[in-house]
């Protein structure tokens, strides 16, 4: 599976911003697929993740009510769509995917097999 991530940018705080992730080479509407990001000098943490078949949903605290993850399985395609952006959602965005998730590894980074390759997002205050 190749991911590709597009989408970021700069804007202002309070703004918004969609993130796409086009999965190439297999079908993913029967994985679990996810957002991470990762800021300068930091850990890449847990975003966002969407189940098998659009389920169920789950975020980050500091994400919950101001970003939504979608998928249209019809384009292989998963959102990310980020409300009320703040700056210290400055991030790169990477998007990744696994079809063999268990529910309590959703957050783990190190669950997920296939990631793509990144996109930035710069929220200036």
């Known amino acids: 599976v190749q991911l590709q991530a597009s989408g970021g940018g700069l804007v202002q705080a309070g703004g918004s911003l969609r993130l796409s992730c086009a999965a190439s080479?297999?079908?993913?509407?029967?994985?679990?697929m996810a957002w991470f990001r990762q800021a300068p000098g930091k850990e890449r943490e847990f975003v966002g993740a969407?189940?098998?078949?659009?389920?169920?949903?789950y975020y980050a605290d500091s994400v919950k009510g101001r970003f939504t993850i979608s998928r249209d399985n019809a384009k292989n395609t998963v959102y990310l769509q980020m409300n009320s952006l703040k700056a210290e959602d400055t991030a790169v965005y990477f998007c990744?995917?696994?079809?063999?998730?268990?529910?309590?590894?959703?957050?783990?980074?190190?669950?997920?097999?296939?990631w793509g390759q990144g996109t930035q997002v710069t929220v200036s205050s």
């Open positions: 990744a995917a696994d079809f063999n998730m268990i529910l309590s590894s959703v957050r783990l980074a190190r669950a997920y097999d296939y």
């Open positions: 080479g297999r079908t993913v509407s029967r994985s679990y």
């Open positions: 969407i189940s098998r078949n659009n389920v169920n949903t």
